[in-house]
C-alpha cells in the first residue's frame, strides 16, 4: 500500500486565490514527520512547511500552511493568494525514521494570470 | 555556507561501467540521504545514514553502495551501471532541532546511462 497519496495530478487556481493541495498517509508509528516540497521546472527541491505529528497546532510559514487532521491522515498544504511563480510540482512526504522519507508523487500546480 | 552540494551536475554513463556521485554538506548535519527520481515521479529513497559510520538500505538500494566516513560527505557509487539507473539523483541532508526537522536537498546530478 502506498505510505503517501496525492490524489490530483494537476490542479489550476487563478491568482490571488487561494488553493488546497490534497495528501493522505498511511503509518503505525506514532512519531512521525510531514514535509510539504515545491519542485519548480528549473528542478530543484525547495523545502516549504514540516508537521510533527505530536504538534498540536498546524504548521504555518507565510503563505503556506499545513492542514494537518491526525484521526484522519491527512496533511494538506493551503497556499493563500497564490502567485504566477507559485506554479509548479509539489509534493508531500512522510518522515518515518531518522533521514527517511517516502515521497508522494506530486501535484502539478499552474497559476493562471 | 555552501548547504548541500553534489557533482558532477550531468554524467552519461555507458553500460556496465560504474562512477561515483559526490555530495557533501556544511551544515554539521547528522542525517544524509540519497533519492532518485523517475520522470513524472516523486523521490524515492535508495541509501540513507544517520551518523558517520552509520549507513541503511533505503527503498530502492539495489546496484548502489554508500559509505559515510565523515559528517560532511556522503558519496553514492554505481557498481555497473544499467540503463534503468538513468535518473535524477538527489542528496539531502537534514536536522531536527526543537521539535522542527528541515530537509535541505542539493541541486541534482542528471544521469544517463546508455
Known amino acids: 500500500a502506498q505510505k503517501i497519496t496525492q490524489t490530483q495530478p494537476g490542479m489550476f487556481v487563478q491568482e490571488k486565490e487561494a488553493v488546497t493541495l490534497d495528501c493522505t498517509y498511511d503509518t503505525s508509528d506514532p512519531s512521525y514527520g510531514l514535509f510539504w516540497y515545491k519542485q519548480p521546472s528549473s528542478g530543484e527541491m525547495i523545502f516549504l512547511i514540516y508537521?510533527?505529528?505530536?504538534?498540536?497546532q498546524n504548521a504555518t510559514e507565510g503563505r503556506y500552511s499545513l492542514n494537518f487532521q491526525k484521526a484522519r491522515k491527512s496533511a494538506n498544504l493551503v497556499i493563500s493568494a497564490s502567485q504566477l511563480g507559485d506554479s509548479a510540482m509539489y509534493f508531500c512526504?512522510?518522515?518515518?525514521?531518522?533521514?527517511?522519507?517516502?515521497f508522494g508523487d506530486g501535484t502539478t500546480l499552474t497559476v493562471k494570470p | 555556507n555552501a548547504g548541500v552540494t553534489q557533482t558532477p551536475k550531468f554524467q552519461v554513463l555507458k553500460t556496465g561501467q560504474s562512477m561515483t556521485l559526490q555530495c557533501a554538506q556544511d551544515m554539521n548535519h547528522e542525517y544524509m540521504s540519497w533519492y532518485r527520481q523517475d520522470p513524472g515521479m516523486g523521490l524515492r529513497l535508495i541509501h540513507y545514514?544517520?551518523?558517520?559510520?552509520?549507513?541503511d538500505q533505503g527503498e530502492v538500494p539495489n546496484g548502489y553502495n554508500v559509505s559515510r566516513s565523515t559528517t560532511e560527505d556522503f558519496p553514492l557509487r554505481l557498481l555497473s551501471a544499467a540503463p534503468s539507473q538513468t535518473s535524477v539523483y538527489f542528496c539531502?541532508?537534514?536536522?531536527?532541532?526543537?521539535?522542527?526537522?528541515?530537509?535541505?536537498f542539493g541541486p541534482g546530478t542528471r544521469l544517463l546511462v546508455l
Open positions: 545514514s544517520v551518523g558517520a559510520g552509520i549507513t
Open positions: 508537521q510533527g505529528s505530536y504538534d498540536q
Open positions: 512526504a512522510m518522515r518515518e525514521g531518522a533521514g527517511k522519507s517516502t
Open positions: 539531502a541532508s537534514s536536522r531536527h532541532v526543537a521539535g522542527v526537522e528541515t530537509q535541505y
